[in-house]
């Protein structure tokens, strides 16, 4: 059973950064692409970035190309996703997703998830 659960939101200042990590299960990150999600209220879900094999770049939202960066580690199951100079904006409900066979980018903008997490909030405010 493929089973995703995420950690290390909360509220942080404009300007600061988390790390968020998801940690898989019932299946390794080498036969799954995983991708990183957010909600706001109100919004529809945007897909922030998605990872692969080391032989594929990374995919980035255009909202956040530059400040996130993504990254995994095969031998813990666990992929990371680094948030250094956040916005308000960027205040939503975290989800982490596991996708078999799939581009990064298809991932991100047309998603067909087989497993998503619980999410984790991340509150951008002063």
């Known amino acids: 059973q493929l089973q995703l659960v995420e950690s290390g939101g909360g509220l942080v200042q404009p300007g600061g950064s988390l790390t968020l990590s998801c940690t898989a299960s019932?299946?390794?990150?080498?036969?799954?692409?995983i991708g990183w999600f957010r909600q706001a209220p109100g919004k529809e879900r945007e897909g922030v970035s998605c990872?692969?094999?080391?032989?594929?770049?990374?995919f980035y939202a255009e909202s956040v190309a530059g400040r996130f960066s993504i990254s995994r580690d095969v031998a813990k199951n666990t992929v990371y996703l680094r948030m250094n100079k956040l916005k308000p904006e960027d205040t939503a409900v975290y989800y982490c997703?596991?996708?078999?066979?799939?581009?990064?980018?298809?991932?991100?903008?047309?998603?067909?998830?087989?497993?998503w997490g619980q999410g984790t909030q991340v509150t951008v405010s002063s």
């Open positions: 019932g299946f390794t990150l080498d036969e799954y692409r």
């Open positions: 990872i692969g094999d080391t032989e594929s770049q990374p």
């Open positions: 997703a596991a996708e078999y066979y799939t581009t990064v980018a298809s991932m991100c903008v047309t998603p067909n998830v087989d497993a």
